[in-house]
T-cell receptor, first 113, second 114 residues
Framework: GENVEQHPSTLSVQEGDSAVIKCTYS??????FPWYKQELGKRPQLIID?????GEKKDQRIAVTLNKTAKHFSLHITETQPEDSAVYFC????????????FGPGTSLSVIP | KAGVTQTPRYLIKTRGQQVTLSCSPI?????VSWYQQTPGQGLQFLFE???????NKGNFPGRFSGRQFSNSRSEMNVSTLELGDSALYLC?????????????FGNGTRLTVT
């Protein structure tokens, strides 16, 4: 079935350390993988996305890696700051025409000052 | 550009009533998707509308319905409300179908059913 798993469900790191969130997806033909950040009481916002023709993408302190063979992708946040504290959702395109995204259950990240 | 606008921000209804939520997408965006968010349940997909047609539907009962107008604005309706329908309802717009295009979320409508 259409499924995206996400681990861990909660993550606590010290400020300045790195944080890694991992997701696996069920459909080997999925081709679009966005990540969204939702701060407490706010709407989800896209922070980075990657397509299946790229293995890695970076944007300042954030990077995403994709392993198509293993059907998993990961979000890496380096030099974490308190403002990185939020819930992070991964997603993958699925469906007959890969025209919808299925979200993972989310990871609650806490950065301890 | 103005962001995605959802109205109202808050709603309190009683069981058995019905409710209509509204979503105005970013100008030029043709896709509107709806999600239900409850604590610990993440983002549950309700449906997506593109060019006034429902393109995909999540696993929700028929009490949940929607529509999209020619200007891409969308409404979601929930009939015969149940206590379990209490949630934050988010809509998101995108330029193209959600499977290949970033979603831009609104601030949501918080529905409380008593």
């Amino acid at each position: 079935g259409e499924n995206v798993e996400q681990h861990p469900s909660t993550l606590s790191v010290q400020e300045g350390d790195s944080a890694v969130i991992k997701c696996t997806y069920s459909d080997s033909a999925s081709n679009y993988f966005p990540w969204y950040k939702q701060e407490l009481g706010k709407r989800p916002q896209l922070i980075i996305d990657i397509r299946s023709n790229v293995g890695e993408k970076k944007d300042q302190r954030i990077a995403v890696t994709l392993n198509k063979t293993a059907k998993h992708f990961s979000l890496h946040i380096t030099e974490t700051q308190p403002e990185d504290s939020a819930v992070y959702f991964c997603a993958a395109s699925m469906g007959t025409s890969y025209d919808k995204v299925i979200f993972g259950p989310g990871t609650s990240l806490s950065v301890i000052p | 550009k103005a962001g995605v606008t959802q109205t109202p921000r808050y709603l309190i209804k009683t069981r058995g009533q019905q409710v209509t939520l509204s979503c105005s997408p970013i100008s030029g965006h043709r896709s509107v998707s709806w999600y239900q968010q409850t604590p610990g349940q993440g983002l549950q997909f309700l449906f997506e509308y593109f060019s006034e047609t429902q393109r995909n539907k999540g696993n929700f009962p028929g009490r949940f319905s929607g529509r999209q107008f020619s200007n891409s604005r969308s409404e979601m309706n929930v009939s015969t409300l149940e206590l379990g329908d209490s949630a934050l309802y988010l809509c998101a717009s995108s330029l193209a179908r959600q499977g290949g295009s970033p979603l831009h979320f609104g601030n949501g409508t918080r529905l409380t059913v008593t």
